[in-house]
């Protein structure tokens, strides 16, 4: 069974073909630059034993239907890349949307009401809920026929009790205009959180676990019995970890005193705090590899950077174990999470107390794009590097809805 799973940004269409059967990904792509007077596709293909193909072009596309039409292309008609001989052997299509609210709690087969559904939360997903619509509605005449999944990025958060949720701002807010936390990356915490369940060799439902999403996007996610009691982003990305570009959690305030001081509007404080901010406001870089190195020559304020990066995550790690009460793991996944081992390191240090007890020789031994334990065998609270794979859940959770029906 072929699942195509299709990720719609605003200005791009990320793709990937997946054979069910074996998990092999037969293809993957990415178009960027759409709607801009050029544009760009890349495609990779693995068809089967054949060596790798991959192609690029720089070409116009005005917007992602006309990109959606091209990946097809490459898909199931180009010879020399396609790895399906006709649309009708991709028996689904998972979509991966934005938000939801907290209207649905699992994937589903879109319908009118679903695509109705998404439409009201353009409100909540200005930048991503618009043109995962005009994706799906480019699939829909594209592939007539083949069902259509949506896979909502803050569905594994919307177990997360009112307590946790509510901001104590006026409840009208939350009323009137659906002002709460949502949390965000839910697709990979609840892949990663599964995941680890799996590699404890407990069932999901007896999983309690933290899982740490660190790339230039950080989010941490509380799982109690594998559901989600808590997460650190809130009605926006903007919430929670010291990120790459985004401040995190900050004094509310600062929006007043930035307006009073420096005479700035809220457009302009909205960009400093997400564009500006984070580990590029501190030190001027947001790659963490270049951080590291301008750390290793002295830069004071390269080192301050990732001590603030690592304590803030250092701090949601000790309030998710109070929160879970009795937590069986912890795993890093994502970009810095998977690959940094100085990161790692770092934040798990002088945990041993709350249980988590991080053996350095497995940290920096570590093998990297597999499950390693970094933890002591000792500890009560095991750690692990899990790496995420988004599509596939999204495929998983596309079958799972299909095969249902």
């Known amino acids: ?47 089967g034993s054949d060596k790798q193909k991959a192609v690029s072009s720089e070409e116009a596309f005005p917007d992602h ?105 006026p409840y009208s807010y939350y009323t009137e205009l659906g002002v709460r936390r949502y949390g965000f990356h839910g697709t990979s915490h609840w892949y990663v959180a599964k ?4 590699v404890i060799g407990k069932p999901f439902d007896k999983t ?43 004094d509310a305030s600062i929006y007043a005193f930035l307006a009073k001081n420096k005479g700035m509007s809220v457009e302009e404080i ?3 705090l997400n564009k500006q901010s984070g580990l590029k406001g501190i030190c001027g870089m947001n790659d963490m590899r270049d951080i590291h190195a301008a750390r290793a020559k002295g830069d004071k304020m390269a080192q301050l950077a990732v001590e603030m990066f ?36 770092m934040v798990c240090e002088g945990l041993g107390s709350v249980g988590v007890k991080i053996d350095k020789d497995r940290n920096y031994g570590f093998k990297r794009g597999e499950v390693c334990k970094i933890s002591s065998d000792d500890s009560p609270v095991a750690v692990y590097v899990i790496p995420t794979n988004e599509e596939l859940e999204i495929a998983t959770q596309t079958v799972s809805v299909v095969a249902s029906k």
């Open 1 to 47: 069974m072929n699942v195509l799973v299709l990720n719609c940004g605003s200005s791009s269409l990320k793709y990937q073909l997946i054979d069910m059967n074996t998990q092999e990904v037969l293809c993957s792509g990415l178009v960027e630059r759409i709607g801009d007077p050029m544009g760009k596709i890349a495609h990779k293909s693995f068809p």
């Open 65 to 169: 239907g006309a990109a959606l039409k091209a990946a097809n292309v490459l898909i199931s008609s180009n010879p020399e890349t396609k790895v399906v001989s006709a649309v009708s052997d991709i028996a689904a299509i998972g979509h991966r949307v934005l938000h939801a609210g907290t209207v649905y709690r699992e994937p589903v087969v879109i319908d009118t009401d679903v695509k109705a559904t998404i439409r009201k939360f353009f409100i909540l997903g200005p930048l991503h809920n618009p043109p995962q619509l005009i994706g799906i509605e480019a699939a829909e005449v594209l592939y007539p026929g083949v069902p259509q999944v949506a896979v909502f990025d803050t569905a594994f958060h919307a177990t997360i009790p009112d307590y946790a949720a509510t901001y104590a701002i």
């Open 195 to 198: 995941k680890t369940a799996s």
């Open 208 to 250: 309690s676990c933290i899982t740490v999403h660190l790339g230039n996007g950080c989010s941490m996610d509380a799982v109690k019995n594998g559901v989600c009691v808590d997460t650190s982003m809130g009605l926006t990305p903007l919430q929670g970890l010291m990120m790459g570009t985004r401040s995190g959690d900050i």
């Open 270 to 272: 909205d960009n400093l």
């Open 310 to 345: 690592c304590y803030r995550v250092k701090q949601y790690i000790g309030a998710y174990l109070a929160a879970l009460d009795g937590c069986d793991a912890i795993a890093f996944t994502a970009g810095i999470g998977e690959n940094d081992t100085d990161v790692r390191q």
